[in-house]
Every structure is written in structure tokens, then in C-alpha cells.
């Protein structure tokens, strides 16, 4: 049997989903394709003993793209918003200590020394160019300002929205902003001042849903219908010899379907779109393929509130890798949203591994949750061993933007180029976070929708 649709969507994560929605919003028949039993991708939550699990993404920042398209999809009333003030930690010296979240605060805390300090100054007053080749995230910060910044405050930030190696990171893919700053200006500190006073905005606010983070993927897995087929995977996508389209061989248990789609947009990660593109372009495919991925272990632990003296008050905290720890760092999911935990107990959630620490995820579950304990345990005063424990591994949980990531783009799309047709959608493009991709993706189905509309004109 063979099925013919205007434009097939492969993989039903968050960016494919929200392709697929703005498609058909915009009166686009289209077909989403999901290979596992559920749509969400690495948004997975689940509901075990009284806690309420995420065993992927954690939180979303509240950007207006996002927020509105919780409002089109009548989920706006379940949103839930974590303390604004909540402060963040960074374990330095053993200890908890406040991250500052301001230049001024920066100038006032005493987790960073004099002379760093005085290099922040410096910036502000000074004029400085960033060099033309690509420069990792830690040759910035060490040649801006300072190796103690780099340990204390960019490196655990680095590991908290990539889980990577700052060393490895490219500063023009992973924070284009720093990078934009002191090329403008000659100041990371000027710069930015400059594009918050230029665009004046709300500072996005830190949300969940009352229901937890599914509740977005599941809302729209909902509004396709039967534009959704799930256990359904792609094989193998080949060129139509009858016009511009492609023929793609589908699996569902106990059957295979052909379907021919005039427009195919991959919402995969990269190596499984790679393995897609092989046959219809060796390049195209080997590129996807060389992007590098983290794997991460999710680590949520749940204690009796008694057994657990520390406050809790805040968001949680990141750990430099010169502490010692295996630990990247720690939410406190129980401090941030209602309904995370049963009555009288507390829940948090840990992450393990990362690029500079990979081997980690080879370790059982029971391992795992024990290490985790052992390193939370003398920070936060905990009196016994969890009553609670779940651990969900991610092989290849985030896309590294290293060193020539905006080259290896950039040679994607020049491949991309020979099938207009085609379509490339992930979190491995703009950036990782769940309102990136949701961007991201919208936009694309806007140029899919235009490019459309202008073939149909007469």
C-alpha cells in the first residue's frame, strides 16, 4: 500500500510535534510519524509512589513563542511557575554558595576573588575583539575575565544546559549572545547591557505544568489525531523517479507501507537522520552523523522531610568539576513546583555523566542512586538513604555544539540545498532548550508553508 501526503514528518519529539501542529495550522496536510509507543522524546513524565517523575527535561523557560502556544492548545491554565527569586548554588569549597545573578551581584559576592572581579571591571571599561577563529567556551572566559570564573560559574553552566566540556564547546554555537556582545561592542558586559536595553523584555520565567512536562507533548500528540501514527519508523528514504518528492519505507509491527511525501522534514537526532540520508546522499548522511552527543543519567531520589535538615530553599545547585564529584548538579524538584513528592517527603533530581564523565552512565541503577546519595548526603546534612529511588539513562541525552559546530551546519545545509524539499528540524540546530526547539520548528513550517503555497500559485 502506498500513501502520498504534501509533507511527512519523521520523529515525534517536541520539535516534530510542534512542526506538524503549525503545518496543518496553516492548512498543510501533514503526516507525523513517531517509531516508539509515545510522542515527547526525552520529555517524559511519570507519576510513581506519590512522586511525580521527569525523566528528561526538568523545567522551561517561559518565552513568548512557547507561552502562546500553550495558550492556542487551551494549556495555559495548567502551567505552573517556580519562585521567581528562587536562587541557584554552586558548590565551592565544600559548601553551598549563592550564584549571583547580576553584574552587580557578581561584584558584591565573595565566591569570586578581587582579581576576577577587577577583570568584569575591566570589560566594562575596556575594548577587546574575539579572534577569527572559532574559540572554545573556556579560552573565552580565561582570555575575558578569568580561569576561577571559568571553574566556578561557567563550567557548571555549561555542564547544567549541555552537559559539556567548556574546553570543546564552541562560544559562537552554544552562546551566540557573548560571542554577538563583544563583537559589537568590545565589551561581553556593554553588549549585553546594550541588546537588554534595545529589546526590553520580561526575564523568562522558570515553569512546568501542574501535570508535569508532558503534559505540552501529550496536548499536542492530542490536536493531530490521526495525523499522528505512533510504533510507526522510517527505514529508508529514497528520491522519486516520477517528480521532486521521496518515497520513505515505513515499519509497523507486522507490515511495511511506502509512503510518498512531496515534503519530508526529519525531527530526529542527528545520527538517526544521518542513518536516513545515507543512501540518498553519502555527505549529507556522514555529516548528521559526526555530531557529537552526551549521554546523561537522571537520578531522582526521594526522602522523608525530617531526615532532610538543608532548606532546600531554591532552585538546587551545579557542581565545578575541580569539587571532585560526580554529581553535575542537583534540582530540587520538591521546592520548585507543587505535587512532586507525597506529603511529609521531599524530591530531587541529579544528573550523572556529561562529556567529561561518560563512563558514568555504565553503571547499574543501584550504583547509580548509591553514588549519588554519598555525594548529596554530607552537603545537605541527609540523615539516612532514600526511601525513594529512580534512574532513567540517556545515551545520547544532548547534542555538542563544539568546536566547528557552525561549519558542520553550514556544510549541512549546502547539502540541504540539493532537495528543497527537504527539511531538518532538532535540537542539535539553534539550541537545546524545549522553547529553542519550539521556535525553531515554527519557523520552519512557516518557510515549509510559504515555499508551498508559491509552487501552488498559478
Not at 507519576?47 to 517561559?62: A, H, I, M, N, V
Not at 571559568?150 to 559539556?164: I, K, T
Not at 520580561?202 to 495525523?227: H, K, N, V
Request: charged content about 15%; hydrophobic content about 40%; some cysteine.
Amino acid at each position: 500500500m502506498t500513501l502520498h501526503v504534501p509533507a511527512l514528518i519523521v520523529g515525534g519529539g517536541i520539535s516534530g510535534l510542534v512542526c506538524a501542529h503549525a503545518l496543518r495550522k496553516a492548512g498543510v496536510t501533514a503526516l507525523l510519524i513517531e517509531a516508539s509507543g509515545r510522542c515527547g522524546g526525552a520529555i517524559h513524565s511519570q507519576q510513581r509512589e506519590g512522586y511525580l517523575l521527569e525523566l528528561g527535561p526538568q523545567s522551561f523557560s517561559g518565552t513568548a513563542p512557547l507561552l502562546s502556544l500553550c495558550s492556542e492548545l487551551g494549556i495555559q491554565g495548567e502551567l505552573v511557575k517556580a519562585p521567581p527569586r528562587a536562587p541557584r548554588y554552586v558548590l565551592v569549597g565544600g559548601a553551598l554558595q549563592q550564584v549571583p545573578l547580576s553584574p552587580p551581584a557578581l561584584l558584591k559576592s565573595h565566591l569570586l576573588s578581587a582579581r576576577t572581579k577587577f577583570a568584569a571591571v575591566r570589560d566594562v571599561f575596556g575594548k577587546s575583539y574575539p579572534p577569527d577563529q572559532d574559540e572554545s567556551v573556556a579560552a573565552f572566559v580565561r582570555r575575558k575575565f578569568s580561569a576561577e570564573l571559568l571553574d566556578r560559574l561557567v563550567g557548571p553552566f555549561v555542564s547544567g544546559v549541555y552537559a559539556g566540556d567548556p574546553e570543546r564547546l564552541s562560544l559562537r554555537s552554544s552562546f551566540p549572545a557573548w560571542y554577538d556582545a563583544e563583537k559589537r561592542k568590545g565589551s561581553v558586559i556593554r553588549g549585553m547591557l546594550a541588546k537588554s536595553g534595545n529589546e526590553p523584555r520580561q526575564r523568562p520565567t522558570l515553569l512546568s505544568f501542574r501535570d508535569g512536562m508532558q503534559t505540552l507533548p501529550r496536548a499536542l500528540s492530542a490536536r493531530l489525531g490521526d495525523a499522528l501514527r505512533l510504533n510507526t519508523c522510517a527505514t529508508r528514504v529514497q528520491s522519486d523517479s516520477a517528480g521532486p518528492r521521496f518515497q520513505i519505507t515505513v515499519e509497523t509491527p507486522g507490515q511495511h507501507e511506502t509512503i510518498l511525501a512531496d515534503n519530508l522534514v526529519l525531527a530526529t537526532p542527528s545520527d538517526a537522520g544521518g542513518n536516513l540520508l545515507r543512501e540518498l546522499n553519502p555527505t549529507f548522511g556522514s555529516l548528521l552523523d559526526a555530531i557529537e552527543y552526551a549521554p546523561v543519567a537522571v537520578v531522582s531520589l526521594g526522602y522523608p522531610r525530617p531526615q532532610v535538615p538543608h532548606a532546600l530553599g531554591g532552585f538546587g545547585f551545579l557542581v565545578p568539576r575541580s569539587a571532585g564529584k560526580r554529581v553535575l548538579g542537583t534540582v530540587w524538584n520538591s521546592s520548585l513546583f507543587p505535587g512532586r513528592a507525597p506529603d511529609g517527603h521531599v524530591l530531587m533530581t541529579s544528573f550523572v555523566g556529561g562529556a567529561t564523565d561518560p563512563q558514568a552512565v555504565t553503571l547499574s541503577s543501584e550504583g547509580l542512586s548509591s553514588l549519588v546519595h554519598s555525594e548529596l548526603a554530607p552537603l545537605l546534612a541527609i540523615r539516612q538513604a532514600p526511601t525513594f529511588s529512580n534512574v532513567t539513562i540517556h545515551p545520547r541525552a544532548l547534542p555538542q555544539y563544539n568546536l566547528g559546530h557552525a561549519d558542520r551546519l553550514s556544510a549541512i545545509e549546502t547539502q540541504r540545498a540539493y532537495f528543497p524539499n527537504l527539511w531538518l528540524a532538532g535540537n542539535y540546530l539553534r539550541g537545546p532548550a524545549m522553547g529553542a526547539c519550539v521556535e525553531q520548528s515554527l519557523d520552519l513550517a512557516n518557510q515549509m508553508a510559504n515555499q508551498m503555497l508559491s509552487r501552488n500559485r498559478p
